[in-house]
C-alpha cells in the first residue's frame, strides 16, 4: 500500500563500517539483521525483535552510496524526484546526491538552507 505524498517511507544510515555498525545497534537497541546481496558485499535491513517488519537499513558506502552521508537519512515521497530537486535548488538548498534509480524509485538526497539533510524519493 502507498502512503500519501509527503510521508516518511524509509530511514537508513550509509557508513563506512556498516558490519560493525550492524552490530552496535544489535546490540544497543536490539535490531536483528538481514543481509540484502550488493554484488561483493551486503548491506543491511535491520528488524526488531517484536515484528517481522524491517525498521531501517544500515549500508555500506560504497558504489552507488558513496556520496551519502553518515547520518540516519529519512526518506519521503514525492510526485517527481527531479522536479523536486529542482525546487529544493531553487529554495536555496542543495542537491547532495541523484536525482538517480534505486530499484524502480528514483531518489536523491537534498539539504536545505539551514544544512539539514533527507532523501527524497517515488514510491
Not at 537508513?12 to 550492524?22: G, K, P, S
Not at 552496535?24 to 515484528?51: L, T
Not at 552521508?69 to 536555496?92: E, F, H
Request: aromatic share 8%; hydrophobic share 35%; with cysteine.
Amino acid at each position: 500500500m502507498k502512503k500519501p505524498l509527503g510521508s516518511i517511507v524509509w530511514t537508513d544510515l550509509t557508513v563506512e563500517n556498516a558490519d560493525e555498525v550492524r552490530d552496535f545497534y544489535s546490540k544497543v537497541v536490539g535490531w536483528k539483521h538481514e543481509g540484502v546481496s550488493m554484488g561483493e558485499y551486503d548491506d543491511y535491513i535491520m528488524k526488531s525483535n517484536d515484528e517481522d517488519g524491517s525498521t531501517s537499513g544500515i549500508c555500506h558506502a560504497r558504489g552507488m552510496n558513496d556520496s551519502v552521508p553518515p547520518l540516519w537519512m529519512i526518506y519521503v515521497t514525492v510526485a517527481d524526484v527531479t522536479a523536486s530537486a529542482k525546487a529544493c535548488v531553487d529554495n536555496g538548498g542543495k542537491v547532495l546526491d541523484g536525482p538517480r534509480k534505486m530499484g524502480e524509485n528514483e531518489f536523491a538526497v537534498i539539504q536545505d538552507p539551514a544544512g539539514a539533510v533527507m532523501g527524497i524519493i517515488t514510491e
